[in-house]
Structure formats: structure tokens, C-alpha cells
């Protein structure tokens, strides 16, 4: 029993912090994730070849733009735009927007089993009713996955469509995968899509990124179906904003925290950090005298003690306050972790 509890710790340990990771998925597979209620995913993927037939190395970029919001009830609504697309030619229209919808039906990101999510979706380039099954299924350190796409009037030509696509990622570490897919229309008059990727979690964030190679242009449904005559190198940036973030700009100050704060220490000075500055950066207080400081901006602050004379605070919360008792004297220089410009010193005589 306590075996399958680690086993069961170490797996929650191994799941990436935020959901929609790269380790979960290939290039060019929509996927099944959805963001968690109340937060928007901004993913970013930008591809590039770099043509040196005329010597001149010239880069062309092929950049797709994710966003999604979570709205709970795993839904999600989102848009994916593609501002160097090659799936609209005649008339050729190099700009792709598409909106999407996403029910995940069954199954997380990361857990164990199917997922399955349904994504209706309309393309503005080509004016098409889109859609795509997805399916994932997790054993372990694999993922492997699956889509059916349909298409009302793909490459804005008047005739429905439809296209399937499969890839595996394959998890080395909890924090480096490889994945690759392949996708194609079903009897295909156009170039099937592949692409391979490196992905790492980027440690203590949460964030994914992916180095990969792949032919297609952008990341819609009728993107990641069909190839383009090169080979594109890029990379793929997943980010994960939480809306609760800002509250602070709606919201009145968040309620005041003493951090810290030995029992019976007499608070001999108090230092205000404001402005991304220490104010009153040089007091004196007597050996066994505390110092409390307070931090009036809308960003986390520290107080960290070069060269480690003293412990130091952990991060101090807008309005939050954080006292140190100093029993032996000397002089105590210290600085702010996240803004090693704020600087500060304690004189304790
Ligand atoms: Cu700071």
C-alpha cells in the first residue's frame, strides 16, 4: 500500500505543472487538452526555411498564434492564427484565421487512458466548416494519438473533405519527450504532413517548448493536414496565463501578511518597498531589535542577505510584510532576489 502511494507521489510529481504541455503531443496533432477553468493558453509556433539559392540566406517565417480560454466542464473556446498559410492558394490568402471549440469528452492530460475531444472549428481563409475528432491514449511514459478531420470546403474549393492523422509522444525524462506525426487527406491530391520535435518542460515553470522540423505552414485543422514542398525548422512556446493574476487591477490591495516574526521582537524600524526601491535603505537598531518591511508594490518582493549572513525572507506578497530579528551586531547588507538593483542595509550596533 505504501509502495502504490509513492508510485502514486512520484506520478503527480512527474505531471507538469499546468496542463497543455508539448510533452503530450506531437507538432502537428490539435490534440485533446484543454486549459484549466479561467485560463488562457497562449502557444506560440513559429517555423522559418532559409532559401540560399540566391546567396543571400533570405528566412521566410511561418508563425501560428494559439489562444484558448478554459471555460470549466472541460470546454474551451480559442483561435489559431496562421499569418504565412499555404492552405488557401486560389485565391491565394496568406493570412488563416480559425475559431475553434473543444469538448473533452473523456480523460486529462497526463492521466493514465483515453482522452477523447471534439473540436468544431470554422476557417475564415477558406471558408469552411471544419472539425476534428481527436483521441489520445496514455500508457506510461507514451502518449499516442489519433485525429479525424472533416472539412465542408477546405482550401476554400467546394468539396468536402476529410484527413487522418496519428503520432506518438514518447516521454525520456519528466522533463524531455520526442514526438513526431503524420497527417493526410484521405485519397490525396495534396502532400501528406509530417513533423518530429524535441520537447522540454522548462524546470520550475509552466512552460513547454518544442525545437521541431515539419512541413506545414500553420497549426489549423486544414494546416496540420497538408505539406508544404520544404522543410520548415522552429519551435513551438506554450504559456499559460492565469487570469486570477490580475485581479490586482480590478481589485482593491490584497489583505495584509506578516511573514516571519520572531515572538516578542520589539520592531525597532520599519522599511517600506515601494517603487521597486528599499525606502529608508540604511537603518540602525540595536543587537535582539526586529526590522519589519513592507512591501507596498503590486509586485513580489524579497529581502535576501548577501553572502548569507542572515536566513532571509521567502517572496513577500503585495502588502505583504516580513520581520527579522537581529541579536548580534554587525552590519547587514541585503538586496531583493527578483530586483538585485533594490538594495538595503541593517546596521545593528
Ligand atoms: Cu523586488
Known amino acids: 500500500m505504501k509502495r502504490v502511494s509513492l508510485a502514486l507521489a512520484l506520478l503527480a510529481a512527474a505531471a507538469p505543472l499546468q496542463a497543455q504541455s508539448l510533452l503530450y503531443r506531437g507538432p502537428n496533432l490539435g490534440g485533446t487538452w484543454v486549459p484549466d477553468p479561467g485560463v488562457v493558453q497562449f502557444n506560440f509556433v513559429h517555423r522559418f526555411y532559409v532559401a540560399d539559392a540566391s546567396g543571400e540566406h533570405k528566412v521566410t517565417n511561418y508563425p501560428t498564434f494559439t489562444f484558448a480560454l478554459g471555460l470549466g466542464h472541460d470546454l474551451a473556446i480559442g483561435t489559431h492564427y496562421g499569418t504565412n498559410s499555404f492552405?488557401?492558394?486560389?485565391p491565394y490568402r496568406p493570412n488563416e484565421t480559425e475559431v475553434y471549440a473543444r469538448w473533452r469528452v473523456t480523460g486529462a492530460e497526463g492521466?493514465?487512458?483515453?482522452?477523447?475531444?471534439?473540436?468544431?472549428?470554422y476557417n475564415f481563409a477558406a471558408h469552411s466548416a471544419d472539425g476534428e475528432?481527436?483521441?489520445?491514449?496514455?500508457?506510461?511514459?507514451?502518449?499516442?494519438?489519433?485525429?479525424a478531420r472533416g472539412m465542408s470546403k477546405a482550401f476554400g474549393i467546394d468539396t468536402a473533405r476529410a484527413a487522418f492523422a496519428g503520432g506518438a509522444a514518447a516521454r525520456l525524462t519528466d522533463y524531455i519527450a520526442v514526438s513526431a506525426d503524420v497527417g493526410s487527406f484521405v485519397s490525396p491530391t495534396v502532400r501528406a504532413a509530417w513533423s518530429v520535435a524535441l520537447n522540454v518542460l522548462i524546470p520550475g515553470s509552466p512552460h513547454t517548448f518544442s525545437f521541431q522540423a515539419s512541413n506545414a505552414t500553420t497549426s489549423t485543422i486544414e494546416g496540420n493536414s497538408i505539406g508544404f514542398g520544404k522543410m520548415l525548422y522552429g519551435f513551438e512556446f506554450t504559456i499559460p496565463l492565469h487570469l486570477k493574476r490580475f485581479s490586482p487591477w480590478f481589485h482593491?490591495?490584497?489583505?495584509?501578511?506578516?511573514?516571519g516574526g520572531p515572538a516578542g521582537a520589539a520592531i525597532a524600524a520599519e522599511v517600506r518597498m515601494s517603487s521597486v526601491?528599499?525606502?529608508?535603505?540604511?537603518?540602525?537598531?540595536?543587537?535582539?531589535q526586529a526590522v519589519r518591511w513592507t512591501n507596498a508594490d503590486p509586485v513580489e518582493h524579497t529581502v535576501t542577505f548577501d553572502g548569507a549572513a542572515e536566513p532571509g525572507s521567502p517572496v513577500i506578497p503585495p502588502n505583504?510584510?516580513?520581520?527579522?530579528r537581529f541579536d548580534k551586531a554587525g552590519r547587514y547588507s541585503?538586496?531583493?532576489?527578483?530586483?538585485?538593483f533594490m538594495k538595503g542595509v541593517v546596521i545593528v550596533k
Open 87 to 90: 492552405v488557401v492558394r486560389n
Open 111 to 121: 492521466k493514465q487512458g483515453f482522452a477523447v475531444s471534439f473540436t468544431p472549428a
Open 133 to 147: 475528432l481527436g483521441v489520445d491514449y496514455t500508457i506510461g511514459r507514451l502518449t499516442v494519438s489519433g485525429a
Open 252 to 259: 482593491k490591495a490584497p489583505k495584509p501578511v506578516t511573514i
Open 277 to 288: 526601491k528599499f525606502i529608508g535603505d540604511s537603518i540602525t537598531i540595536a543587537a535582539g
Open 320 to 324: 505583504g510584510s516580513y520581520v527579522h
Open 334 to 340: 541585503y538586496h531583493c532576489t527578483p530586483h538585485p
